[in-house]
């Protein structure tokens, strides 16, 4: 059974940085994406990054201060986060995608770790 487990929320200043980190277990295959999407209150999950083989997709409004990257080897995704702003306060979600060679697409999500920006 694959599953997901982010690491590395957690309480900071703004100003500061946390550098999550999302672990995929059970899945013998490597996964082709992975990405970080969050959810912030009262509002619909929205997109970060997402990291494939052909390259990486970074939501306009994040980039420059969110980066992710990639381990292969260890099937796990990070999220660098740096200049933290109260509005970043969310639970952040890890996913990964799998499409077999059936053509079924397989999409995965980590059970979101909490990321709380004081002003």
């Known amino acids: 059974q694959v599953k997901l487990v982010e690491s590395g929320g957690g309480l900071v200043q703004a100003g500061g940085s946390l550098r999550l980190s999302c672990a995929a277990s059970g899945a013998p295959f490597k996964f082709d994406s992975m990405g970080w999407y969050r959810q912030r209150p009262g509002e619909q999950r929205e997109m970060i990054a997402i990291?494939?083989?052909?390259?990486?997709t970074n939501a306009d409004s994040l980039k420059g201060r969110f980066i992710i990257s990639r381990d292969h080897a260890k099937n796990t995704v990070y999220l660098q986060m740096n200049n933290l702003k109260p509005e970043d306060t969310a639970v952040y979600f890890c996913?990964?995608?799998?499409?077999?060679?059936?053509?079924?697409?397989?999409?995965?999500w980590g059970q979101g770790t909490q990321v709380t920006v004081s002003s």
């Open positions: 990291t494939t083989t052909a390259g990486t």
């Open positions: 996913n990964a995608d799998k499409t077999d060679y059936e053509g079924i697409e397989r999409v995965y």
